[in-house]
């Protein structure tokens, strides 16, 4: 909470200040939150010699790979269905030539879909699952008042209203419904805001190329003529409504084509969007070197722990009184048929991070960030044009030993390379300050078995 004398109105300290923008919005922050700060100390119980940095940054590590647990294996196959999920691929190891970067259309355009799914009421449920004595809050009402999160029952009735709720069907006719369309911020603003005028707008201000473009890019056919357009939007109304808009389907707006579109069977997409959120989460993958399923990134048996998390796990840890949930809380299920306790629902033993001995493999914060880490990354992937001794040109990325034999280990594949001078001195200097704090451990700790972690 941020400090009472600046304001009568309670609202929640965060980096940005948007997370007091909507009940729903600032119930998961407050799930995460947390999940962070229950992983963080749960780490400081296993590991007590490790200091506030290494806690934070290896809780932040374990967190960040439950988001993208949960998001690419529970919540991306609901949303892209099987054509989209094979779009995305498997998984096949870090490649160092992927830009992981979020391309303008998917941040502009086509992510903002997600506009489509709210509903226009959020309902607050009591751990019956019926409705609480303050009632369901419409969505007007719900943006900027965390005060109905600290005086209203907490973040439970909400987040109970969230997973055991249908999400909202998309209407043709209706894409947005009224409350974001005609109501938007209208207890902050003099006169309501539009968000799909906003989201309009704000493609315009971006600059992103007309859908027509973003058809041809998709293997789509061009459409010159609003009947070209009948294989993705086949209600002729939509189209006759397109054509009185923008005069041809060159000018059609990205974000009102996408969300018009008629859905892939088994898909929350129609065609462009499923090839624009396929391929940007293909990038965010493959181009991530530290993607929790990267080899090194975890050890397998923190991998094994990584995937049996779950949103239903996170929502039992860390809610106040949320007790029963649906095993997979992205698919609907009526009260109490589909409800498991939250006894059955499967937790991560965080004690394959314990640092418990020299020759434990659960090495926590030095397996991550380790200089040898990084170094033997650094080594196997590279930009050639960076290396010593080598003249400026395009940077081309490249494999070390993509040619030719691949080197067994990080010091074969080191005596290919030039060496930088002084890095030699350094990487001693680094060694030996290792092995001095492992030594120094060794004498300020009893002695434990490592059979205490569960491998």
Excluded at 57 to 66: D, P, S
Excluded at 311 to 340: K, M
Excluded at 393 to 422: D, F, H, I, L, Y
Aim: aromatic share 10%.
């Amino acid at each position: 909470m941020r400090d009472e004398n600046e304001s009568p109105i309670p609202c929640f300290l965060a980096g940005d200040h948007r997370a007091n923008e909507q009940l729903g919005l600032t119930s998961m922050h407050t799930l995460w939150f947390r999940e962070h700060n229950r992983v963080a100390t749960e780490l400081l119980a296993l590991n007590p010699h490790w200091d506030s940095d290494t806690i934070y940054h290896e809780a932040r590590k374990v967190v960040g790979a439950q988001v993208q647990h949960i998001t690419y294996q529970h919540w991306l196959p609901k949303v892209l269905g099987e054509v989209g999920m094979k779009m995305l691929g498997e998984y096949r190891g870090y490649d160092p030539g992927v830009n992981a970067g979020i391309f303008n259309a998917f941040a502009t355009a086509a992510f903002r879909f997600g506009h489509t799914l709210v509903n226009p009421v959020l309902q607050r449920l009591d751990e019956h699952f019926q409705p609480t004595a303050h009632g369901h809050v419409p969505l007007h009402k719900a943006f900027f008042s965390p005060f109905r999160i600290v005086s209203e029952g907490g973040i439970d009735p909400l987040l109970r209203g969230l997973f055991g709720v249908a999400g909202k069907m998309r209407v043709p006719s209706q894409p947005l419904n009224t409350e974001l369309t005609e109501r938007l911020f209208s207890m902050a603003h003099t006169v309501a805001l539009d968000l799909a005028a906003i989201n309009i707008q704000r493609g315009r201000d971006h600059g992103i190329p007309p859908y027509h473009d973003y058809r041809v890019y998709c293997n789509l056919s061009s459409a010159h003529t609003f009947e070209d357009l009948k294989n993705e939007i086949k209600n002729p109304e939509i189209r006759e409504k397109l054509r009185r808009l923008y005069g041809s389907p060159l000018n059609i707006d990205l974000f009102p084509a996408l969300v018009v579109e008629d859905l892939v069977p088994g898909s929350r997409l129609g065609p462009t969007l499923m090839c624009l959120l396929s391929s940007q989460f293909k990038r965010l993958r493959d181009g991530d070197r530290l993607w929790y399923e990267n080899p090194g990134v975890f050890t397998p048996a923190q991998l094994t722990q990584i995937k049996q998390t779950s949103l239903a796990r996170i929502l039992c840890d860390n809610s106040d009184n949320i007790t029963r949930v649906q095993r997979d809380v992205f698919r609907v299920a009526e009260f109490p048929h589909g409800y498991s306790s939250c006894d059955e629902i499967p937790r991560v033993d965080l004690r394959v991070w314990q640092d418990c001995c020299e020759d434990c493999r659960t090495r926590g914060q030095f397996n991550a960030f380790s200089y040898h880490f990084r170094g033997k990354r650094s080594l196997e992937f590279s930009y050639q044009g960076d290396e010593p001794g080598r003249d400026a040109g395009p940077r081309e990325m490249s494999r070390v030993g993509k040619q030719g034999k691949r080197p067994s280990n990080a010091t074969a594949a080191a005596s290919e390379r030039p060496q930088v001078p002084g890095t030699s001195d350094f990487r001693e200097f680094v060694l030996e300050m290792q092995k001095t704090i492992t030594d120094l451990r060794k004498q300020v700790r009893a002695p434990r078995a490592c059979s205490s972690a569960v491998l």
